[in-house]
């Protein structure tokens, strides 16, 4: 009798131990089904979340509101904030198996940055900055583009808390409204986001 309760307090113990709690955006508590439905058929990522073996849903097309002011400030761009200009920020995480396998052909990086250029001129915007947290990988870019490191992590805190793959990008309007995609996207998707600023 007594290894038998034994044994229901060491299962319950360690099943406890190695459970998974998931989560949706909201913070609501989520079935395990429902959380790969999301990743699998939306446009979601799982991140880790709270206590260990927690998880959480993350929108990949985050909208919102933020200290718009507070950017421009720090990036010395005080005034195109008053003339009303959008920011573009591309951003990179570092080094991982999504953004170390695709084209690292030159004209192709070339194409994407005057892309983005157009898109720019094409919305008054401020032209890209380029942040990175760990510039491992960047290498491809020698010649083409110029990296900085995300000043004081502020990207990474306001908008990119956790490595995405691939890479990810925000656009911001001086009023505070923003819009981005978390992870790979397609060039177009900046000049859509700056249309819908």
């Known amino acids: 009798m ?3 309760v034994l044994f229901f307090v060491f299962s ?3 099943f406890s131990l190695f459970s998974q709690t998931y989560f949706n955006e909201s913070g609501k508590r989520i ?3 429902d959380y790969e439905d999301k990743i699998l058929n ?3 990522f799982g991140i880790p979340s709270g206590e260990a073996g927690d998880m959480k849903l993350v929108h990949r097309m985050p909208v ?3 200290d718009a002011k507070l ?3 720090k990036l010395g761009l005080q005034q195109e904030f008053l003339e009303g200009k959008p920011l573009i920020v591309i951003y990179y995480p570092g080094k991982d198996e999504y953004n170390s396998t695709g084209s690292n052909d030159p004209a192709y990086l070339k194409n994407k940055q005057k892309s983005l250029l157009k898109y720019a001129e094409k919305h008054d915007a401020v032209p890209p900055f380029y942040f990175y947290k760990n510039p491992h990988g960047l290498e491809k ?3 083409i583009q110029e990296w900085a490191a995300d000043p004081d ?3 990474e805190k306001l908008f990119f808390q956790f490595h995405y793959p691939c890479g990810s990008f925000v656009v911001i309007s001086p009023n505070g409204n923003y819009r981005g995609i978390l992870g790979e996207y397609p060039i177009s998707q900046v000049d859509v986001a700056l249309k819908k600023l």
Do not use: K
Request: aromatic fraction near 20%; charge should be positive.
């Open 141 to 143: 870019y020698r010649g």
């Open 12 to 14: 319950g113990w360690s």
């Open 31 to 33: 079935t395990q089904a």
């Open 153 to 155: 992590g502020l990207f």
């Open 42 to 44: 939306g446009p979601y």
């Open 71 to 73: 950017i421009y400030e």
């Open 64 to 66: 919102g509101i933020t």
């Open 2 to 4: 007594r290894s038998t």
